[in-house]
């Protein structure tokens, strides 16, 4: 089994936030896949699903981004997950918009889902899918650009960097990153 976790912030008018764009992808792949209806558990939303034959178990945290890690630290532990069955999808200021890198561990760098995570889980060692938002430009912006909504112009990439990691999740469900960002690089080029 693992466990992917959308990072984002559970109040209705945040849906839209740049920051939610984690609570976007898992739900995007858990319509795509037919997962089981979302219910209440572990302080947050879960649906569960299969991908390539791999168990998955979808977790939106409703605990506010900053206590993320309490919602899947009680997930984690209840399921009996190491580290590394752990994939957090979140937003990247530090990517381009519409870019996606995977990597395992690693720093928060500034990220406050990452770093209550990371504290919580006692390990860094867990899988990112890092969904690139852009940067405002100015370290004082970071803030108000995170938790403003996607901008009109913004659905020719996102809507098409959605789709495209949730067409590729088996190949991220199998344990190949390397060929998972490859498609989901070319298929979200290809609609752009």
Do not use: C
């Not at 990072?7 to 792949?29: C, S, Y």
């Not at 928060?108 to 890092?130: E, F, I, K, Q």
Request: charged content about 25%; aromatic content about 8%.
């Amino acid at each position: 089994m693992k466990l992917w976790v959308g990072l984002g912030n559970p109040e209705p008018a945040m849906a839209r936030q740049r920051h939610n764009i984690g609570f976007m992808a898992v739900d995007t792949i858990a319509i795509r896949h037919g997962f089981s209806p979302w219910r209440q558990r572990f302080r947050g939303l879960i649906a569960e699903g299969s991908l390539g034959g791999e168990k998955i178990l979808a977790l939106k945290p409703q605990t506010y981004m900053n206590d993320s890690g309490d919602s899947v630290q009680a997930a984690a532990a209840f399921f009996k997950l190491p580290a590394e069955a752990i994939t957090a999808f979140h937003d990247e200021l530090d990517l381009a918009p519409g870019k996606l890198r995977v990597k395992r561990g690693g720093g928060a760098a500034g990220h406050n889902g990452l770093r209550s995570m990371d504290r919580m889980l006692g390990s860094p060692d867990y899988w990112r899918v890092r969904l690139g938002i852009g940067h405002p430009g100015a370290k004082e912006r970071v803030l108000g650009y995170v938790l403003g909504d996607f901008a009109k112009a913004d659905r020719d990439w996102l809507i098409p960097l959605l789709d495209a990691v949730a067409d590729e999740a088996a190949l991220l469900a199998a344990g190949r990153a390397e060929d998972f960002m490859t498609r989901v690089a070319l298929l979200s080029r290809e609609a752009g």
